[in-house]
């Protein structure tokens, strides 16, 4: 009797808990749409349901996926002491995700790709710019999520370790795409990588989306050679940024070789720059995420 009992309250505080991570979730995340609304600057029932922007869906559904994406790291489940701090721990890094995301779309925006605008582009229903912001909010998303498992805790100490480990993430995410950009000029006699999308070019988005969700996996992958150390500010950058850049130069070397053995005797260039063939561009998006995959998990 007293075993059922034990058991009865254990599966009420699960429920507790439950219920309170789904409220927060569900608020964080109609508030996620409406910022989504208010950085386009456009209403997004109006955007959604009557001008049907399907370009605006896909950007939002990536803002929808993204936070989503963090909550699972954010959500501490039995690990909690009490509701309250459940709901304190939940909101705290469910905000901080939010903002973190949104911060890394302006990183994106500012930095990656400097030379579009990525609202006027989505707002004109550029499906090609929506892929992209779409999976740059994603990448971001898993690269919050690894560090807030990473940094456990809830402190200023902790804050400083996630901000490390966001900011290099994110530098690394920007140099990744200069370099994509050259190879893509080189490959092109020449020609704009931001200007293909601004044109539409909706087979090599998916290809570049692929890349840069890949690139998420693998830093969540770099995540599990790092120790936290709380006041070791220095230590976690430096950790952040030598395993972030042997995973993501790892992901540069394999992709393109699996590639080339996997789709062998398809010009990829080709197919997907010349005649946008969105069937080989979906293989290279699977094939760079698989070896992200197998990289992620090799290093667990």
Same mark, same amino acid.
């Given at each position: 009797?007293?075993?059922?009992?034990?058991?009865?309250?254990?599966?009420?505080?699960?429920?507790?808990?439950?219920?309170?991570?789904?409220?927060?979730?569900?608020?964080?995340?109609?508030?996620?749409?409406?910022?989504?609304?208010?950085?386009?600057?456009?209403?997004?029932?109006?955007?959604?349901?009557?001008?049907?922007?399907?370009?605006?869906?896909?950007?939002?559904?990536?803002?929808?996926?993204?936070?989503?994406?963090?909550?699972?790291?954010?959500?501490?489940?039995?690990?909690?002491?009490?509701?309250?701090?459940?709901?304190?721990?939940?909101? #705290?890094? $469910?905000?901080?995700? %939010?903002?973190?995301?949104? !911060? +890394?779309?302006? /990183?994106?925006?500012?930095?990656? @790709?400097? =030379?579009?605008?990525?609202?006027?582009?989505?707002?004109?229903?550029?499906?090609?710019?929506?892929?992209?912001?779409?999976?740059?909010?994603?990448?971001?998303?898993?690269?919050?999520?690894?560090?807030?498992?990473?940094?456990?805790?809830?402190?200023?100490?902790?804050?400083?370790?996630?901000?490390?480990?966001?900011?290099?993430?994110?530098?690394?995410?920007?140099?990744?795409?200069?370099?994509?950009?050259?190879?893509?000029?080189?490959?092109?006699?020449?020609?704009?990588?931001?200007?293909?999308? #601004?044109? $539409?070019?909706?087979? %090599?988005?998916?290809?570049? !989306? +692929?890349?840069? /969700?890949?690139?998420?996996?693998? @830093?969540? =992958?770099?995540?599990?050679?790092?120790?936290?150390?709380?006041?070791?500010?220095?230590?976690?950058?430096?950790?952040?940024?030598?395993?972030?850049?042997?995973?993501?130069?790892?992901?540069?070397?394999?992709?393109?070789?699996?590639?080339?053995?996997?789709?062998s005797r398809i010009n990829l260039t080709e197919e997907v720059d010349f005649q946008h063939n969105i069937g080989v561009a979906t293989l290279e998006f699977v094939l760079s995420i698989a070896v992200a995959l197998i990289l992620m998990s090799l290093m667990a």
């Amino acid at each position: 009797m007293e075993q059922l009992q034990q058991l009865i309250t254990q599966h009420s505080e699960m429920a507790g808990f439950l219920v309170i991570d789904l409220v927060i979730a569900i608020i964080l995340l109609c508030a996620m749409r409406f910022i989504s609304g208010l950085w386009a600057g456009v209403n997004t029932t109006e955007e959604l349901a009557t001008k049907d922007n399907f370009a605006f869906g896909v950007s939002l559904s990536g803002s929808l996926l993204a936070l989503a994406i963090v909550l699972t790291g954010a959500i501490t489940g039995e690990s909690a002491v009490s509701f309250t701090q459940e709901a304190i721990g939940m909101s #705290i890094y $469910g905000v901080l995700g %939010l903002v973190l995301i949104k !911060a +890394g779309r302006i /990183i994106h925006d500012k930095w990656a @790709l400097p =030379g579009l605008n990525k609202a006027a582009e989505i707002e004109k229903g550029n499906m090609s710019v929506a892929i992209v912001d779409a999976a740059a909010l994603v990448t971001t998303a898993l690269i919050i999520r690894a560090t807030l498992i990473w940094a456990h805790g809830l402190n200023v100490n902790t804050l400083i370790a996630i901000l490390s480990g966001f900011a290099i993430s994110q530098a690394l995410l920007v140099v990744i795409t200069r370099l994509r950009e050259r190879a893509y000029r080189k490959d092109n006699q020449g020609a704009c990588f931001q200007q293909a999308l #601004i044109d $539409g070019q909706v087979a %090599l988005a998916i290809r570049h !989306a +692929g890349f840069l /969700i890949a690139m998420g996996f693998t @830093l969540t =992958g770099a995540s599990n050679f790092l120790d936290y150390q709380p006041t070791a500010y220095v230590t976690n950058i430096l950790g952040w940024l030598t395993y972030g850049s042997l995973m993501v130069t790892l992901l540069y070397i394999l992709v393109p070789l699996i590639k080339k053995i996997v789709l062998s005797r398809i010009n990829l260039t080709e197919e997907v720059d010349f005649q946008h063939n969105i069937g080989v561009a979906t293989l290279e998006f699977v094939l760079s995420i698989a070896v992200a995959l197998i990289l992620m998990s090799l290093m667990a």
